[in-house]
């Protein structure tokens, strides 16, 4: 029998969550701030958890920690624990940002064509909205735009007073110059034109709230990249690579890049890393394996994750049907989601680092 005389007090409560730690900010959950509207009556305990992303792959762990440290504390008979996120921002409070109500700019990158860019960020901008995120997802290659055949887009966007609203489709708001150019025709837009279609696609574009705004880059280390480092402050960028020789020769061309634009590198993303059979399971490293691994520890970014060379992957961005979005229990799926947790969690570091909480204890 619980003694009910004895009551439980806030600090009680506060100090028993300070136990717990955030495994990528390295604080404990009070002291960042996580822990809010703590409520107690009598022995019925509730406060809410307020983490930096709804990615976060440590949740469920970290609500059922808090709810034993605090069950177990003399006078408590119940414990309600609710948990949220707020995703943080590039420049520390969203007042500062430069395109109001976009918390985080992306950027996916790679050095060369091929590597599978534009299906990777199109299924991880699913996966982070799938887990509950706010997402955008921006077509930043102006001429050879592949997202609306990827996403499976047909519709055009509407214009309304000069401002462009974005096609939402899975869940995630696009736009890409695909809507504006049906058909064949090619685009043939040149320098200056293009730094004002990525102008265009930053500030007429109505977005409105984003945690992440994602932008597939053309392949290579051209305008696009300088166009919107120039004009926006950037979270900053992931590199996509197969584990080729050849293909990180070129991813570490872009990381070179990104260094240089002062653009942090969140991460690398092996694409095409292994081949399993769908017949026998018998996993096949077609363009070996790990290169991508063994090239961010070279450069010191962190490594993201192995996305395997899959048929369903292929069809999914032909028919404009992502894995994702069609088979979302599937073990790839879970895989980009996995990916999409990596980044969630580097995103945070990242912003921890601009506006670290302030040390109360
Ligand atoms: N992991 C994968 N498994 C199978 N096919 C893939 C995978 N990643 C990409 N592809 C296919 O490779 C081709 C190139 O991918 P794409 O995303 O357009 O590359 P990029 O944007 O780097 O040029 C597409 O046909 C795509 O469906
Ligand atoms: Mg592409």
Redesign the pocket.
Known sequence: MEDQSVTVTESQVLNALRTIKDPDLHRDIVTLGFVQDVKICAGQVAFKIVLTTPACPVRDKMRDEARNVVQALPGVTSVDVQMDAKVGTTMGIPEKLAIPGIRNILVVG?GK????????TANLAISLARLGAKVGLMDGDIYGP?IPLMMGITEQPMIHHERVLPVVKHDIKVISMGFFNRGDTPVIWRGPMLHSAIQQFLKQVEWGELDYLLV?LP?GTGDVQLTLVQSVPLTGAVV?STPQDVALQDARKAIMMFKQMKVEVLGIVE??SYFSCPHCHQRTDIFSHGGARKASEKFSVPFLGE?????A??EG??TGQPITVLQPDSDLAKIFSGVAEQLAAQISISNFKQAPVPMTV
């Open positions: 790679s064509g091929g590597v599978g860019k534009s299906t990777v592949n597939d392949p996509v694409n095409m996305i395997p060379l899959d048929l992957i292929r961005g032909d």
